[in-house]
């Protein structure tokens, strides 16, 4: 089982940038899915970013294209999420989660952390 834990959220102007970081601890393999999703109030959880920890298969909502970037250091057991130009329907609470299919689907995916609220306000 994967314990995942979110950190680096916050409140930033539009246009901004932050950096999510997403800390594994567990049993990790190369094949498994490394999912950011995020949730604003009254929305449903939504599909951002995925890559594996062997760093392939990495794709983007549309959202997210152009903006944001997913990496991993395997050395930290990390994945990261580079959000850049952020908008303020950015704003919402974003979870990392892992899956062991290629999926968008929040249901697919497992072992959610606890959130980081990220904020994009002036």
């Known amino acids: 089982q994967v314990q995942l834990v979110e950190s680096g959220g916050g409140l930033v102007q539009p246009g901004g940038s932050l950096r999510l970081s997403c800390a594994a601890s567990?049993?990790?393999?190369?094949?498994?899915?490394m999912g950011w999703f995020r949730q604003a109030p009254g929305k449903e959880r939504e599909f951002v970013a995925r890559?594996?920890?062997?760093?392939?298969?990495?794709y983007y909502a549309d959202a997210a294209k152009g903006r944001f970037d997913i990496s991993r250091d395997n050395t930290k057991n990390t994945v990261y999420l580079q959000m850049n130009s952020l908008k303020p329907e950015d704003t919402a609470v974003y979870y990392c989660?892992?899956?062991?299919?290629?999926?968008?689907?929040?249901?697919?995916?497992?072992?959610w952390g606890q959130g980081t609220q990220v904020t994009v306000s002036s």
């Open positions: 567990g049993r990790t393999f190369a094949s498994l899915f």
């Open positions: 890559t594996t920890w062997s760093g392939g298969n990495t």
């Open positions: 989660a892992t899956s062991r299919i290629k999926t968008t689907t929040a249901h697919e995916y497992y072992s």
